[in-house]
């Protein structure tokens, strides 16, 4: 039997401490939380998460700083399966974390640091070794000279690149011309491609680059140019307890349904379906699920 296919990752790992509250937060206000978590977050880390809740393996490049947080970000991915050889503790007085207070309708006031941690540069990271073996690598533009340099080598090897992107930055134009699927949001397709329709909008991006891109669209679910295909997915309704990292998932679940060979419409619904189930439970890796589950909820038969 063939191995799992690989999805590796670079990107940030940070902390997500969650409380519900029955209201917006108040300004000299003591406000009571009610249910509480603490969970591993970041973009590439939630998304590595979800590849490997498909059944894919998973790979991730990071660094977090020597205290408990640290530790505790570690363990977590472990725990979730992913490869941890190229995740650092280094020498530093704070790893990032966010704390987000959750309403009733799912949306969250957040805080967040980026603590101390300084990103791995191309030095640091054994590029050949990190991607040996990768059916794709996830960028998500947070380190972007490490990153281009690993897309570029991942280029060279066949690998699958895939750029999670949510804002304009340092190395995005790099990235966008070396990737083969693009994963925007709604406010980076609008930035990049301001004018015209959604349609319009996914031909420009393509013209830099991608192959296949796909923007998702919050509550109206996600659009996607595949080659010349166009499929437009409709979100799936399910009782929301929090919206975080949602989009996280959705490009994690996208991703391994593309490596998994899933045709362009199956891999929409799975995405949009692993995204839809997360939003069930506090923080974006509580309420992952496997491939069977997903299938389950699809009405799809059994594997």
């Not at 990271?125 to 990190?130: S, T």
């Given at each position: 039997m063939p191995p799992l296919p690989l999805v590796v990752g670079i990107g940030r790992a940070t902390i997500d401490l969650l409380g519900t509250v029955p209201h917006?937060?108040?300004l000299d206000a003591r406000t009571?939380?009610?249910?509480v978590s603490m969970q591993g977050g970041g973009a590439t880390a939630n998304a590595l998460c979800a590849a490997r809740a498909l059944g894919c393996r998973a790979r991730l490049a990071a660094r977090v700083a020597d205290d408990d947080f640290g530790r505790y970000v570690v363990r977590g991915l472990r725990e979730s399966g992913v490869d941890c050889e190229f995740v650092s503790i280094v020498s530093a007085q704070l790893t990032p974390f966010a704390f987000s207070a959750v309403d009733r309708t799912g949306r969250a006031t957040s805080c967040f640091t980026g603590g101390d941690v300084v990103a791995p540069t191309t030095s640091d990271?054994?590029?050949?070794?990190?991607l040996d073996g990768a059916a794709a690598l996830l960028v998500d533009g947070s380190n972007p000279e490490t990153q281009v340099a690993a897309a570029e080598l991942a280029r060279s090897l066949?690998?699958?690149?895939?750029?999670?992107?949510?804002?304009?930055?340092e190395g995005t134009g790099e990235l966008l011309?070396?990737?083969d699927v693009l994963v925007a949001s709604e406010r980076f397709a609008a930035e990049v491609a301001p004018r015209g329709e959604l349609e319009h909008a996914l031909v420009e991006l393509a013209r830099l680059g991608p192959d296949t891109v796909v923007v998702t669209l919050g509550a109206a679910g996600a659009i996607g140019l595949f080659g010349d295909r166009l499929v437009k997915q409709e979100a799936y309704a399910v009782d929301i307890v929090d919206l975080t990292g949602a989009g996280d998932v959705f490009t994690g679940a996208l991703t391994a349904a593309l490596v998994m060979d899933e045709p362009p419409e199956r891999a929409m619904q799975l995405a949009a379906a692993a995204a839809a189930r997360s939003l069930e439970r506090l923080g974006a890796r509580a309420g992952l699920v496997g491939l069977d589950e997903l299938r389950r909820f699809l009405g799809w038969p059994a594997a």
């Open positions: 917006g937060l108040k009571e939380l009610h249910q990271l054994a590029l050949p070794r990190l066949g690998i699958k690149i895939v750029l999670d992107a949510n804002a304009l930055g011309a070396l990737c």
